[in-house]
């Protein structure tokens, strides 16, 4: 194959087959054998190792009772004179793909078992990769009641494993993955265990487990799953320019059911010894539970508790709840609710930005602004769909929010916001907003009003080092009305006031 830039030197393949048709074509039977000596392949300066592979095998096929018999099956590979492959059958093996034929033969096991196998050696066949590391397989599929049961066993193992593309690089990586299954009829199918875990440098970065079943007659599923893995090795395989986690670990175990016309979701998700630095003053966690499900399309939310760490100012667990009907995918209806006694968020905006605030960039001179068109309508695919927001408290550095309650309503083109209020720092502040999103341009009555905000927890709070430095009270009032948000459309209808005033002022 020199047009392939394939080489295969002094392979020798000798082969003998004969093949039996009767019945019409209906029954066929095949046996045969099959030697390759000095199988070796050169490729583009690189050659494989040396192979050397037997192979005899039986087999009688009856297409009308929907059966196959396989009566022997072994291969034997060596790769410079020491094992490599083996695959063998234990007695006749029966398969029955129809349901309906009589038992043609017992028990019997096909067994695989790969030693030793160097990827480093295949590089010449890995594209743009440069793979490698040692594999170790170990399966078995065992054949039960003439093949109508039938159950495999698959421990497999690439150790050291290391590969590159690009500027994606894999080093000195393990990888097991063991599995157990078993199967009815070919309709049912028993995941009993499965195992994936990956190690770099010894130390173990991931590890996935769980267990299925599914039928394929009613098409019932349920899975479990359970995930543990060092995260920020994790966000790795992602990076993101502004991750700045530094340390923490995750834990998930959870499930997924589907019946019928419902399907359920369960689990919880754990992250322990959150930090931004290498020396963090506090380890944080955060953990969410899930508890949900859909029946005849509609949706129900239990549970979706988020707990982080507990302070001596808060619990710190936000919860969402609600019911959705999915039933009409363009006029979803339903409600959420999310709430909250009291959240302290200070630590885990300090681990994310910082005790200080970046220096503000410089901004660029702006353009000339294009001719505008006004955005077309827009119908979002909701109706009568309610979300009601109530936390009793929250803490951000030296922001103390209390009573937050909000309602947003959505329905086609229409979001109203009503009422959104809270108390900052013992000043209220509320605002409402009716969009109608349904005409281009859109159209908007807003309204705001703080009444009485000290501006020092503001500053301080995402300023640090402007701390002190400013001090005094606002008020601020603000009424805006209008249809269409360019230029001209602006001149025509936007109409409202608004008035801010800063009283007892003392700015450095």
Not at 215 to 232: G, H, N, Y
Not at 378 to 385: I, M
Not at 438 to 451: E, M, N, R
Request: charged share 15%.
């Amino acid at each position: 194959l020199a047009g392939a830039g394939l080489d295969f030197g002094g392979t020798t393949i000798n082969a003998t087959n004969q093949i039996e048709l009767s019945k019409a074509g209906a029954l066929i039977t095949a046996n045969g054998r099959l030697d390759m000596a000095n199988f070796q392949v050169t490729r583009s300066g690189q050659a494989t190792p040396m192979l050397n592979v037997h192979s005899d095998y039986s087999v009688t096929v009856d297409r009308a009772a929907q059966t196959a018999l396989l009566r022997t099956l072994v291969l034997n590979t060596t790769q410079n004179q020491n094992p490599l492959a083996h695959i063998e059958l234990s007695s006749p093996m029966n398969i029955n793909w129809g349901g309906n034929a009589a038992e043609a033969a017992g028990d019997s096991a096909l067994s695989l078992d790969v030693t030793g196998l160097n990827l480093a050696d295949w590089r010449a066949f890995a594209a743009n990769f440069s793979p490698a590391g040692l594999v170790n397989v170990q399966a078995k599929l065992v054949s039960q009641h003439g093949g109508k049961q039938l159950a495999f066993d698959l421990d497999a193992k690439i150790s050291d494993l290391s590969a590159s593309s690009g500027s994606n690089v894999i080093s000195h990586a393990d990888l097991h993955l063991a599995a157990k299954g078993s199967g009815a009829d070919f309709k049912k199918f028993n995941l009993e265990n499965y195992q994936l875990a990956l190690a770099q440098h010894g130390e173990s970065e991931l590890s996935i487990s769980g267990s299925g079943t599914f039928d394929s007659a009613s098409q019932d599923a349920d899975f479990q799953i359970a995930v543990r893995s060092v995260l920020v090795k994790l966000l790795a395989i992602f990076p993101q320019p502004n991750n700045k986690l530094a340390s923490g670990s995750l834990a998930f175990k959870g499930g997924f059911s589907s019946k019928a016309q419902s399907q359920a979701i369960n689990g919880e998700l754990v992250l322990t010894n959150l930090a931004a630095s290498a020396t963090p003053s506090e380890l944080l966690a955060a953990k969410l539970n899930i508890d949900a499900s859909v029946s005849k399309q509609i949706a129900e939310v239990r549970q979706c508790l988020l707990t982080l760490t507990p302070t001596s100012l808060a619990k710190n667990e936000l919860n969402l709840t609600g019911q959705v009907d999915l039933s009409k995918p363009d006029a979803i209806t339903g409600g959420l609710k999310l709430a909250a006694d009291a959240l302290d968020l200070t630590g885990y905006y300090n681990m994310f930005t910082g005790q200080t605030a970046p220096a503000p960039k410089a901004q660029p001179a702006p353009a000339k602004a294009p001719v505008q068109n006004e955005p077309l309508a827009v119908k979002l695919p909701f109706h009568d769909f309610t979300i009601n927001v109530d936390i009793g408290r929250i803490y951000l550095r030296e922001l103390d929010v209390t009573n937050l309650k909000t309602t947003l309503k959505l329905d086609g083109g229409q979001v109203v916001l009503k009422p959104f209020q809270l108390v900052l720092n013992g000043a209220p502040v509320s605002a409402n907003a009716d969009l109608n999103l349904g005409v281009p341009g859109y159209q908007y009555d807003l309204q705001f009003k703080a009444d009485g905000v000290s501006i020092a927890p503001l500053t301080d709070t995402f300023s640090p080092d402007y701390k002190g430095n400013a001090a005094g009270t606002l008020f601020a009032n603000a009424q805006i009305k209008g249809a269409g948000i360019t230029g001209v459309n602006l001149q025509k209808n936007l109409v409202g006031n608004a008035s801010v005033v800063l009283t007892n002022a003392d700015i450095q």
